[in-house]
C-alpha cells in the first residue's frame, strides 16, 4: 500500500471532474426540484453516498480482502 496522496492532473480536473461535478450538481437540482425536498436531504443524501467510499467502512475493507 502506498502512503503518498493520489493528485489529479490538471487534465483530469478540467475535463472529467469538473465535468462529473457539473453533471451531479444537474442531477441534484433535478432531484429536488421534483420531490420538492429542502436542502438537508440533499445534504444527507450525498453523505450517505460518500460513505460508499470512506476507506474506513468495512465495505472497501471487505472488497480489499476479496482482491488478494
Do not use: V
Not at 493528485?7 to 451531479?24: C, F, L, V
Not at 437540482?29 to 443524501?45: G, R, T
Request: with cysteine.
Amino acid at each position: 500500500m502506498t502512503s503518498q496522496k493520489w493528485h489529479a492532473t490538471n487534465y483530469q480536473k478540467e475535463r472529467h471532474i469538473s465535468n462529473t461535478q457539473k453533471y451531479i450538481k444537474q442531477k441534484l437540482d433535478e432531484l429536488q426540484k421534483e420531490i420538492e425536498c429542502p436542502n438537508e436531504f440533499i445534504y444527507d443524501f450525498i453523505e450517505d453516498i460518500q460513505k460508499n467510499w470512506d476507506p474506513d467502512s468495512f465495505k472497501l475493507k471487505a472488497r480489499k480482502l476479496q482482491e488478494k
